[in-house]
């Protein structure tokens, strides 16, 4: 099956952390690059951080949670994930792990994941 599996995701206070993961399924896991992106009710999806594909990615974060969130990918693995520090009530959203193709391989152009709740609250 071709699917990216999220967890990670829950309740933690202002200030706390909280590390997400995603494991992809069904396709070419080095071959594609990989973003989290999360959407806020009421308010429109955003990229969160993103990594290229391959075995040596370089990263990209939204200026809202560059020097709090690190995203990270373990190709023997399958799994990419998002580590995020100094958690913010506005952080507070429904966090979704996303695959891109790089290159004329096999496989689907793009896979979303089912997407995962967290939530800062004190």
């Known amino acids: 099956q071709v699917q990216l599996v999220e967890s990670g995701g829950g309740l933690v206070q202002p200030g706390g952390s909280l590390r997400l993961s995603c494991a992809a399924n069904?396709?070419?896991?080095?071959?594609?690059?990989m973003s989290w992106y999360r959407q806020a009710p009421g308010k429109e999806r955003e990229l969160v951080a993103a990594?290229?594909?391959?075995?040596?990615?370089?990263?990209n974060y939204a200026d809202s949670v560059k020097g709090r969130f690190t995203i990270s990918r373990d190709n023997a693995k399958n799994t990419v994930y998002l580590q995020m520090n100094s958690l913010k009530p506005e952080d507070t959203a429904v966090y979704y792990c996303?695959?891109?193709?790089?290159?004329?391989?096999?496989?689907?152009?793009?896979?979303w994941g089912q997407g995962t709740q967290v939530t800062v609250s004190s």
């Open positions: 996303k695959a891109d193709r790089r290159g004329p391989y096999a496989g689907p152009l793009s896979v």
């Open positions: 069904g396709f070419t896991f080095i071959r594609y690059a």
């Open positions: 990594i290229t594909s391959g075995g040596a990615g370089s990263t």
